[in-house]
């Protein structure tokens, strides 16, 4: 089954699922803008009911972030597979190359353990958490420089010690 581009286009993505597992027994691809929020996600966003290209039941839709695309797909019986960008030429892909669409390809019996991975989380989900623990550790009384160079002498041993 294909859902090409109208996951970001419905303001009920959890009854989206519901209806696609009712008639789907198998592998479902998924191509969607994706939010850039952290964690399981929806981004709200108004669209018009006058453009045909948008909206197919309500102006309130919402879009989906890549962990969110997982959870929903998970919580119906899926594995899934967020696909790793790889073609011939990447003309036409700006959405995709600027981690603002992605594929993802879902399987209730298929096995996926052949296809190449893109990352589960948003790009910046690590610098998100990371920027979360230096708050916390600046209010309990830790300079954020002082974990910087902690982190960064930890990465150089590290790099040290595998080289050796």
Known sequence: MLCLGLLYHISKPVEFFEKVTAVNTDVLLIDTDISSLGGASLRFRRESLDEPQN???????FIPS???????ANSFGY????????ASS??????????????????????LSSLARAPVDEPFARLEHATRLAFRAAR?????????T????????????RMH
């Open 55 to 61: 909206s197919v039941d309500h102006e309130t839709v």
């Open 66 to 72: 890549r962990r969110a695309v997982v959870e929903m």
């Open 79 to 86: 594995t899934l597979v967020p696909l790793a960008l790889n």
């Open 90 to 111: 990447y003309r036409g892909m700006r959405t995709y190359l600027r981690g603002e669409r992605l594929a993802f390809i879902c399987a209730k019996q298929a096995s």
């Open 140 to 148: 309990a009384g830790v300079s954020a420089a002082r974990l910087t």
């Open 150 to 161: 902690r982190s960064l002498s930890q990465r150089r041993r590290a790099v040290h010690h």
